[in-house]
């Protein structure tokens, strides 16, 4: 059984959209903590305005009866209440009557860090907006959303996922100030922990399989993830083997956890540990150096709502994002049409081990 995810929207376009297919029938959902989440997502000192304006919940559109699966692809909604402003816009039509509101000038600034000029250079575009929608960060609200889907699946069978930011500049409010004063941005780094994760997820058998690679790939699909590690990652470089691993046990559990949870790209039994290092956001009050794509002259880049630091936020979207991917590789594992069938093969391979 596979699960899989199919997202779609723009920032500021009506809606955000996920598909989740491959879940059992018989999970129980609840909006409110899946709505939680996307509330967590929104705060941390440094957020930018929009955060007042958005209010997330989620919608279901299909999959759910009366907050159970159904064993069918379960459609997740998330509104864009900022949209109104860009109705004209953001229109997925073309708009009648004259412009109005916000996006009706064509972006010709690109920032430095951002998806701007790659995206116009590859999609052949002339408006940057184009490009710079969806490649927003504003999209990881439904991955969240999705994200907490899968931890309610977890769940079942007694993992637990937590994500947090680690104090550094990012997080601290001091830091952020000074930033917003000096019209800068900061960055900062993530660690999300996952519990109870039974040995056996994951393969060594095909490269695309090693849970090591799928949750380092997951998480460095967020936006501005710039390095991703697994335990004690890069540091591990630095030591010779017999500090470096961790021993076993007559138990069959490590004495010590430097590996993260993860052996040859599969889980060992022990608390997954990954952590994520994201960089200053490239939306400047104070903006860099760029070209206008309509004249070629030098000019400054866009200048768009931002905000200062998001690295709280990061660490619910690793949370999901790691959530996610542990949830994909359970199912891989594990299987079954019905969440009675999916808990009774983690229960009797439990029972193996």
């Known amino acids: 059984m596979i699960l899989e995810l199919a997202t779609a929207g723009e920032s500021h376009g009506p809606a955000l959209v996920a598909i989740v297919s491959g879940l059992p029938a018989g999970l129980m959902l609840d909006k409110d903590a899946i709505d939680a989440d996307l509330r967590r997502r929104q705060k941390g000192y440094g957020r930018s305005p929009r955060q007042q304006i958005e209010t997330d919940e989620v919608e279901v559109l299909a999959g759910l009866r009366h907050g159970r699966t159904l064993g069918t692809p379960l459609a997740l909604v998330v509104r864009n209440r900022d949209h109104k402003n860009w109705t004209w816009g953001m229109n997925p039509w073309p708009p009648d009557g004259e412009p109005e509101g916000k996006g009706t000038k064509p972006v010709t600034l690109p920032r430095p860090g951002h998806a701007d000029l790659a995206g116009v250079q590859k999609f052949g575009l002339t408006d940057v907006r184009d490009a710079l929608e969806r490649a927003s960060a504003r999209h990881t609200a439904v991955y969240v959303a999705a994200g907490a889907v899968a931890k309610a699946l977890l769940r079942e069978i007694g993992i637990e996922v937590a994500g947090e930011a680690l104090p550094e500049a990012g997080a601290d409010p001091a830091a952020v100030d000074a930033a917003r004063k000096d019209k800068d941005t900061l960055g900062g780094r993530v660690q999300v922990r996952a519990r109870s994760v039974p040995p056996g997820l994951g393969s060594y058998a095909r490269r695309e399989d090693r849970l090591d690679a799928r949750l380092a790939a997951a998480v460095m699909g967020i936006q501005a993830v710039k390095g991703?590690?697994?335990?004690?990652?890069?540091?591990?470089?630095?030591?010779?083997?017999?500090?470096?691993?961790?021993?076993?046990?007559?138990?069959?559990?490590?004495?010590?956890?430097?590996?993260?949870?993860?052996?040859?790209?599969?889980?060992?039994?022990?608390?997954?540990?990954?952590?994520?290092?994201?960089?200053?956001?490239?939306?400047?009050?104070?903006?860099l150096g760029s070209v206008d794509l309509a004249t070629g002259e030098p000019a400054e880049a866009l200048v768009e709502r931002s905000d200062v630091s998001a690295v709280e936020a990061l660490a619910v979207v690793a949370e999901a994002a790691v959530a996610w991917e542990l949830a994909r590789a359970a199912r891989e594992k594990f299987g079954g049409d019905a969440l009675a069938d999916f808990v009774g093969a983690w229960r009797a391979y439990m029972e193996r081990l």
């Open 228 to 287: 991703v590690e697994i335990g004690d990652g890069f540091a591990l470089a630095g030591l010779r083997g017999s500090e470096a691993h961790d021993e076993i046990g007559t138990d069959k559990r490590r004495t010590s956890n430097r590996a993260g949870g993860i052996e040859a790209g599969v889980s060992n039994g022990e608390e997954i540990v990954v952590r994520a290092a994201m960089k200053p956001l490239p939306t400047l009050m104070k903006p």
